[in-house]
């Protein structure tokens, strides 16, 4: 059974910069997708990034050219880099994992991490 944990969210003000960190464990890493989502107050959750098995890349279009997600497969980790934050940014933010290939859509994901807050200040 697949486990994950959030760390690395926080607090920052408009322009800053946060890491997030989710550890994978419970079955063979490599051959899984990672995927990170965030819920802000109110609203559903939605789609933030993805990486599949062999490192390719997705990205929702509110986050293009400001997050970045990589896998380190030594460390069973997954991370997103989150650069010139905005308000709106402002979410939960989950990791979720699926088999090989990254999807859009958390329906396609079977394992989810807890969340960690990420809170962006004007």
């Known amino acids: 059974q697949v486990q994950l944990e959030e760390s690395g969210g926080g607090s920052v003000q408009t322009g800053g910069s946060l890491r997030l960190s989710c550890a994978f464990s419970?079955?063979?890493?490599?051959?899984?997708?990672m995927g990170w989502f965030r819920q802000a107050p109110g609203k559903e959750r939605e789609f933030v990034a993805a990486?599949?098995?062999?490192?390719?890349?997705t990205y929702a279009d509110s986050v293009k050219g400001r997050f970045t997600i990589s896998r380190d497969n030594a460390k069973n980790t997954v991370d997103l880099q989150m650069n010139s934050l905005r308000p709106e940014d402002t979410a939960v933010y989950y990791c979720?994992?699926?088999?090989?290939?990254?999807?859009?859509?958390?329906?396609?994901?079977?394992?989810w991490g807890q969340g960690t807050q990420v809170t962006v200040s004007s």
């Open positions: 979720a994992a699926r088999t090989y290939y990254s999807s859009t859509y958390q329906d396609r994901y079977n394992a």
């Open positions: 419970g079955r063979t890493y490599s051959t899984y997708a």
């Open positions: 990486i599949s098995w062999t490192g390719s890349t």
